[in-house]
């Protein structure tokens, strides 16, 4: 796709925001029709289909925010010259195609859009069957506003692909492809990088940890948990194991003061032999899979750890390396836990819930990579370009010395 200049992409999102204003009634009894086909068995799946007016106003807030932030592409990162004379500038430059696929959400479908097309990219959008009425109007919506302003419908495309489809698409894809982010659970991830042919960035699972340090200030410990626990139990940021060193004081009546406050919440506990021993009548950890797992549920396992090396070595060997944290006064330990927790986001007297593009001031979002290449946490505007390097020369050669 050639390059856009910076007024043409946002004219672009201009109209997209007057248009998705209008569409309001016909994306809400759109995405009705998703909401009624849908089991509410997943509950966490439910929640991030849900379109409603709130979540209207934060695509189009969404799309505000990155019309207003600086274009992307064509940024000079280094400019050297040479002894030779010859001059090497090293500038940002589009992907070129960039494929999402993704579970529930349709405002995946608008973020995801919005982020590339800025960044000079052509996406292909890959939503779940369990979206399609709200994908469609929203797509429908995307190509009147490219359509407005003289552009290709081929900047923003929805695929409508089975499964095996899909996979065959992955394997043997009709137009090149530049990158490819899975945004989803475990088995999707797993399905995209078994059958793509091309890079793969790993927008990875939450199960993400906090640990309760023997010098942690008890109230800020509970505040954050909850937070982290009960706030939203769709986000990949939410809380799913707490360790709790056995040295802090009080420790039984803390853990109890604790199960109390998490019942009254209705979060369902599961907690190791230890902990056990103090509340036995939870649930105990029956399989070591649990360890892995992330909940997307008011569930919470506890456990309990000796010391911080014993929960840096916990979290780095079962955590999705998504976000961890610790609840701590002692600002040196907190700062040897940063260091040596392997995650996309560490936390110090926070809650995990604030790993996200907008509370991390980044705007809008593709998608949290937990992988190390090219980034790490949130994926927006500035992530989605790559670089390219332009040599200037004058009949220059280079010779062997």
Known sequence: MKLLNTKTKNNVLLSMMKIINRERDNIIAANKKDLDAFSKNDQALYDRLI????????????????????DPVA???????????????????????????????????????????????????????EAINSNLILEKCWHEALTENNL????????????????????????????IVPRGGERLIKFVKDHSSCAVLISGRGNNFLYVAKTADWLKTVKVIINAKTDKISGCNALDKVLIDKAIPDYEKKVKELQTILKK????????????????????????DIW??????????????????????????????????????????????MQQVDSAAVYHNASTRFTDGGQMGVGAELAISTDKLHHR????????????????????????I
């Not at 994926?379 to 062997?400: A, E, M, P, S």
């Open 377 to 400: 946490g949130p994926l927006g505007l500035k992530q989605l370009v790559t670089n390219k390097y332009y040599i200037f020369g004058d009949g220059h050669i280079r010779t062997n």
């Open 292 to 337: 892995y797992e992330e909940f997307l549920a008011m569930k919470l396992l506890i456990a309990e750890v000796a010391n911080e090396d014993i929960a840096i070595d916990m979290i780095n060997n079962y955590s999705g390396g998504h976000s961890a944290a610790i609840l701590t006064e002692d600002a040196k330990q907190a700062e040897k836990f």
């Open 152 to 179: 290709s419908k081929e900047w923003i495309k929805l695929l409508h692909l089975q499964r095996e489809e899909t996979q065959e698409f992955l394997k043997n894809p009709p137009e090149k492809i530049d990158l």
């Open 75 to 129: 940024q000079i990162i280094s400019s050297t010259t040479l002894d030779s004379g010859l001059k090497i500038e090293n500038k940002s430059a589009p992907f070129g195609t960039i494929m999402i696929i993704y579970e529930s959400r349709p405002d995946v479908t608008i973020e995801a859009a919005v982020l590339a097309f800025k960044a000079n990219n052509k996406i292909l959008l890959k939503g779940g069957k």
């Open 265 to 288: 919440l209705e979060v369902d506990l599961v907690v190791d032999e230890k902990i056990s021993n103090i509340l036995p009548d939870e649930n105990k950890i029956d399989a070591q």
């Open 51 to 70: 379109v409603d007016e709130a979540k209207i106003n934060g695509m189009i807030n969404a799309i505000e925010e990155v019309k207003n932030q600086e």
